[in-house]
Nanobody, 128 residues
Framework: QVHLVESGGGLVQTGGSLTLSCKASARSLDRDALAWFRQDENREREFMAAISWVTGAVYVGDSVKGRFTISRDKTNHTVDLHLNRVKPEDTSTYVC?????????????????????WGRGTQVTVSS
Protein backbone atom coordinates (compact mmCIF):
# COMPACT_ATOMS: atom_id res chain seq x y z
CA GLN A 1 0.00 0.00 0.00
CA VAL A 2 1.05 3.52 -0.81
CA HIS A 3 -0.05 6.49 1.27
CA LEU A 4 -1.08 9.38 -0.99
CA VAL A 5 -1.85 12.99 -0.11
CA GLU A 6 -3.00 15.48 -2.71
CA SER A 7 -2.63 19.23 -2.66
CA GLY A 8 -2.87 22.22 -4.96
CA GLY A 9 -6.56 22.35 -5.70
CA GLY A 10 -8.49 25.59 -5.77
CA LEU A 11 -10.32 28.08 -7.92
CA VAL A 12 -9.01 28.85 -11.41
CA GLN A 13 -10.45 30.86 -14.28
CA THR A 14 -11.33 29.35 -17.63
CA GLY A 15 -8.24 29.19 -19.79
CA GLY A 16 -5.91 29.27 -16.82
CA SER A 17 -3.49 26.73 -15.40
CA LEU A 18 -3.12 24.86 -12.15
CA THR A 19 -0.72 22.24 -10.83
CA LEU A 20 -1.85 19.50 -8.48
CA SER A 21 0.67 17.60 -6.41
CA CYS A 22 0.53 14.12 -4.91
CA LYS A 23 2.94 13.14 -2.15
CA ALA A 24 3.56 9.40 -2.12
CA SER A 25 4.85 7.49 0.90
CA ALA A 26 5.87 3.84 0.63
CA ARG A 27 8.80 1.54 1.30
CA SER A 28 9.49 1.57 -2.41
CA LEU A 29 7.72 2.81 -5.51
CA ASP A 30 9.98 0.96 -7.93
CA ARG A 31 7.20 -1.36 -9.12
CA ASP A 32 4.50 1.27 -9.26
CA ALA A 33 2.77 3.65 -11.57
CA LEU A 34 1.09 6.70 -10.12
CA ALA A 35 -1.95 8.24 -11.68
CA TRP A 36 -4.54 10.96 -11.43
CA PHE A 37 -8.27 10.50 -11.81
CA ARG A 38 -11.17 12.86 -11.34
CA GLN A 39 -14.52 12.01 -9.88
CA ASP A 40 -17.73 13.64 -8.75
CA GLU A 41 -21.33 12.74 -8.12
CA ASN A 42 -22.42 13.19 -11.73
CA ARG A 43 -19.66 11.25 -13.47
CA GLU A 44 -17.79 7.98 -13.18
CA ARG A 45 -14.18 8.09 -12.08
CA GLU A 46 -12.28 9.31 -15.13
CA PHE A 47 -8.64 8.57 -15.92
CA MET A 48 -6.48 11.67 -16.40
CA ALA A 49 -2.86 10.57 -16.61
CA ALA A 50 -0.37 8.07 -15.25
CA ILE A 51 3.40 7.77 -15.03
CA SER A 52 5.72 4.87 -14.33
CA TRP A 53 7.81 5.69 -11.29
CA VAL A 54 10.96 4.00 -12.61
CA THR A 55 10.83 4.52 -16.39
CA GLY A 56 8.89 7.77 -16.52
CA ALA A 57 6.64 6.40 -19.26
CA VAL A 58 3.57 8.64 -19.51
CA TYR A 59 -0.04 7.84 -20.33
CA VAL A 60 -2.66 10.58 -20.80
CA GLY A 61 -6.39 10.17 -21.10
CA ASP A 62 -7.97 11.05 -24.43
CA SER A 63 -10.32 13.60 -22.90
CA VAL A 64 -7.46 15.78 -21.64
CA LYS A 65 -4.69 14.96 -24.09
CA GLY A 66 -2.98 18.14 -25.24
CA ARG A 67 -4.06 20.09 -22.14
CA PHE A 68 -3.00 18.06 -19.10
CA THR A 69 0.44 16.62 -18.44
CA ILE A 70 1.98 14.58 -15.65
CA SER A 71 5.44 14.58 -14.12
CA ARG A 72 7.23 13.04 -11.18
CA ASP A 73 9.92 14.19 -8.78
CA LYS A 74 11.80 11.15 -7.49
CA THR A 75 13.69 13.18 -4.91
CA ASN A 76 10.57 14.52 -3.22
CA HIS A 77 8.36 11.49 -4.00
CA THR A 78 5.73 13.61 -5.70
CA VAL A 79 3.68 13.26 -8.85
CA ASP A 80 2.20 16.42 -10.33
CA LEU A 81 -0.72 16.87 -12.68
CA HIS A 82 -0.44 20.04 -14.74
CA LEU A 83 -3.79 21.40 -15.85
CA ASN A 84 -3.60 23.84 -18.75
CA ARG A 85 -6.26 25.74 -20.69
CA VAL A 86 -8.84 24.60 -18.17
CA LYS A 87 -12.55 24.57 -18.91
CA PRO A 88 -15.60 24.71 -16.61
CA GLU A 89 -16.16 21.00 -17.26
CA ASP A 90 -12.79 20.30 -15.63
CA THR A 91 -14.39 21.18 -12.30
CA SER A 92 -14.13 18.04 -10.17
CA THR A 93 -12.36 16.30 -7.33
CA TYR A 94 -8.96 15.10 -8.49
CA VAL A 95 -7.64 11.96 -6.85
CA CYS A 96 -4.17 10.42 -6.87
CA UNK A 97 -3.73 6.65 -7.18
CA UNK A 98 -0.95 4.08 -7.18
CA UNK A 99 -0.71 0.52 -8.46
CA UNK A 100 1.67 -2.03 -9.90
CA UNK A 101 2.98 -0.82 -13.25
CA UNK A 102 1.83 -3.07 -16.11
CA UNK A 103 2.43 -1.59 -19.56
CA UNK A 104 0.96 -4.65 -21.32
CA UNK A 105 -2.41 -4.17 -19.66
CA UNK A 106 -2.26 -0.43 -20.23
CA UNK A 107 -2.26 -1.01 -24.00
CA UNK A 108 -6.00 -1.60 -23.81
CA UNK A 109 -6.58 1.56 -21.86
CA UNK A 110 -6.21 2.56 -18.22
CA UNK A 111 -8.92 2.59 -15.64
CA UNK A 112 -9.31 2.59 -11.89
CA UNK A 113 -9.08 -1.21 -11.68
CA UNK A 114 -5.32 -1.05 -12.18
CA UNK A 115 -4.79 0.99 -9.00
CA UNK A 116 -5.25 -0.13 -5.40
CA UNK A 117 -4.06 2.83 -3.33
CA TRP A 118 -6.01 6.07 -3.34
CA GLY A 119 -5.75 9.50 -1.84
CA ARG A 120 -8.64 11.57 -0.55
CA GLY A 121 -8.63 14.05 -3.41
CA THR A 122 -8.35 17.77 -3.95
CA GLN A 123 -11.10 19.96 -5.37
CA VAL A 124 -10.63 21.99 -8.53
CA THR A 125 -13.22 24.58 -9.50
CA VAL A 126 -13.05 26.35 -12.86
CA SER A 127 -14.95 29.61 -13.07
CA SER A 128 -16.43 30.74 -16.38
Amino acid sequence: QVHLVESGGGLVQTGGSLTLSCKASARSLDRDALAWFRQDENREREFMAAISWVTGAVYVGDSVKGRFTISRDKTNHTVDLHLNRVKPEDTSTYVCAAGIYNPVLYMKGLDANFFDSWGRGTQVTVSS
